[in-house]
């Protein structure tokens, strides 16, 4: 079945290291993002791709980087820079970055201990 | 960007049916009207989208007033499943899916 791949689910970190969110899809999408949420929030975007070797900041890109080397892959750092870590993180695709509908990964719950 | 208004929260009984409004006083005429959910500890998955005519699915109806001004989401018969965070986004068929952002939404719950 086609969609979108987060991984890890649940990660924990200790404060000051970098962590890296996988997000991987076979729908053949042209475009990616990746969004944060935090609790009885909204989505808020970070970064976005709409083709291969090319991305976006979005509204909170500070502390984050991305890369986006394959099409199938868009993976999230997340920096020592980013103040406040801990959150809901989603990984989204769409065919292109103007048409068709988003699909989501199921997520990535990060806590900074 | 053309902004929608939704209510926090909204509660209904199980197999009765849900209408959830939402606002959008400044839609543009090309401002498609999207849905999406999402369930507790998931990604959002949509549901339904609209320009101007009312729309059926599977999932749910889109009832878009004349004017555009508003909109109402209707789920004929509320299940237990269909506890999630609704959310109402307007997008313009040029625009990026990068330029929007979606709001706090609202949230269904559902009652046996």
């Known amino acids: 079945d086609g969609g979108i791949t987060q991984s890890p689910k649940y990660l924990f970190r200790k404060e000051g290291q970098n962590v890296t969110l996988s997000c991987e899809q076979n729908l053949n999408h042209d475009a990616m993002y990746w969004y944060r949420q935090d609790p009885g929030q909204g989505l808020r975007l970070i970064y976005y791709?709409?083709?291969?070797?090319?991305?976006q900041k979005g509204d909170i890109a500070e502390g984050y980087s991305v890369s986006r080397e394959k099409k199938e892959s868009f993976p999230l750092t997340v920096t020592s820079a980013q103040k406040n870590p801990t959150a809901f993180y989603l990984c989204?695709?769409?065919?292109?970055?103007?048409?068709?509908?988003?699909?989501f990964g199921e997520g990535s719950r990060l806590t900074v201990l | 960007d053309a902004k929608t208004t939704q209510p926090n929260s909204m509660e209904s009984n199980e197999e009765e049916p849900v209408h959830l409004p939402c606002n959008h006083s400044?839609?543009?005429?090309?401002?498609?009207i999207h849905w999406y959910r999402q369930l507790p500890s998931q990604g959002p998955e949509y549901v339904i989208h609209g320009l101007t005519s009312n729309v059926n699915n599977r999932m749910a109806s889109l009832a878009i007033a004349e004017d555009r001004k508003s909109s109402t989401l209707i789920l004929h018969r509320a299940t237990l499943r269909d506890a999630a965070v609704y959310y109402c986004?307007?997008?313009?068929?040029?625009?990026?899916?990068?330029?929007?952002?979606f709001g706090a939404g609202t949230q269904v719950v559902v009652t046996p």
């Open positions: 400044t839609i543009s005429g090309t401002d498609y």
């Open positions: 791709s709409q083709i291969v070797n090319d991305f």
């Open positions: 986004i307007l997008r313009d068929q040029t625009d990026s899916w990068g330029k929007l952002q």
């Open positions: 989204a695709s769409s065919r292109d970055y103007r048409t068709g509908e988003l699909f």
